[in-house]
């Protein structure tokens, strides 16, 4: 059974950093590209970030753009996610993910992930 376990989220004064973790279970890591998606009250889920099985590509959203940095261990079966200088609009519940297919542009296309896990919550104050 597949289970992907987020963690690391909490409560962050604007322009603080948080480091959010996604620890695999069940499957191998190494075979699949990995995403991470956010949710904010009312809105529909977003892109945030993508990486690719070896972790030598990557693609973020534009509004994340030079603040975040995803990048993956597979020998730990674990991918992260780096938030630097934090904004307000940054607060969401933040969602990794799996997928099979690694492009610019399968990673923004929330449809092409599989397995989903549960989220953390991320709260930044301004």
């Known amino acids: 059974q597949v289970q992907l376990v987020e963690s690391g989220g909490g409560l962050v004064q604007a322009g603080g950093s948080l480091r959010l973790s996604c620890a695999a279970s069940g499957l191998t890591l190494s075979s699949y590209a990995m995403g991470w998606f956010r949710q904010a009250p009312g809105k529909e889920r977003e892109f945030v970030a993508h990486?690719?099985?070896?972790?030598?590509?990557?693609y973020y959203a534009d509004s994340v753009k030079g603040r975040f940095t995803i990048s993956r261990d597979n020998a730990k079966n674990t991918v992260y996610l780096q938030m630097n200088s934090l904004k307000p609009q940054d607060t969401a519940v933040y969602y990794c993910a799996t997928s099979s297919l690694s492009s610019a542009v399968v990673a923004p296309q929330l449809r092409l992930y599989k397995d989903w896990g549960q989220g953390t919550q991320v709260t930044v104050s301004s």
């Open positions: 990486i690719n099985w070896s972790g030598d590509r990557t």
